[in-house]
Each structure stands twice: as structure tokens, then as C-alpha cells.
């Protein structure tokens, strides 16, 4: 797939950077984990040219996968790091985040609060969910394209999605009203 679309980043330590003219109208997706940006938001993924951002405690062997995602959909960016940037923090910016509510993983529901707060704060944030235990799941069009996906890119978490295929199947998008 045609590079183009991904922005250079500059690596500082383990922060990757994204310029700030390319700050405006981004979609921005929080994904504690590598492999949480397939798993919980494949659609938007695929059509909305994202920047990523993972946890900035993602262990090597798992940023290595992670950033092997740009050689097969078209994102703008990956950033391991604890917050998000400064530059994204504008009401032109579409975060999404873990859901606090109905997510399961500790570190996710923290995420999920840091996504609240933004929320809260007036950012558009939606919320989305990994473990499909959410009252708003729906099918995921073509979703084996959504699990050779995973496969080429996350080889080593293979047996979570192996036999239980509700990571597969479905997916949710949920906005707070305030
Ligand atoms: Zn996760």
C-alpha cells in the first residue's frame, strides 16, 4: 500500500512526533495497547487516515508490530506516549477513546477517564469497546479483511482472536451527550 499519506516522524527518545502544521482535523485514536486500534476501531481505521497514539510504556517487541500497521493501511502516525499532545488538543481533532464504562482491562477504563475528562472538557470524543460487551455493537463489514489485518500485523497476540471471533465480528462507537 502507497506510503504517501504517512507523515514523517522525528523520533526523540521514545516519542514520536508529529508536526504541527498537521495538527487541524485529525482523527486521533487512543489505543493502550497495540493491537487495541484494529480490534476496537478497524472502520475508522481503514477510512479516516488516523494518527495513533499507544501507551508509552509498550514494551519493544510490541512497537516493533505496531508500527509495521503503516505498510498495510494508510495512517498518518504512531506515538508511544502517556498523553496526548498539546497539538491535537483542538475542537477540529476526533479522539476516540476506550469506553470507562464498559471496558474490562484496568488500563483501558484509566484511558477511558482521560477520555471523559477531554469530553467533558468539550473535545469531540467517542467512545469505542474491545471486549464487545457494550449495548451499541454492530457487525463489522468484510470482517475477515479486519482479521488478516491482525494477523499480518500483531502475529503474536494471534490466540485472542484465534477462537473467540466477537473481536472480529463486531465493533462500537458510542458518543456522551453532556
Ligand atoms: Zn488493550
Redesign the pocket.
Known sequence: MSKDNVIELVQKDDIYEVPAKQSQNNTVII???P??EIIGVYEVLIKSNPIIIYSGNTEVKRREEALKLKDHTTIKGQMFQMSVPPIFLNKNSIFYFPDPTTEL?P??RQYGMMGEQMARGGMNVIFYT?NMNAPYIHEVQESDKKEDLLNKVYPSQKSLWEYDKKYILFEGFCKWIF
Open positions: 489505543a493502550p495497547h493491537d487495541d482491562h488500563i483501558h474491545t
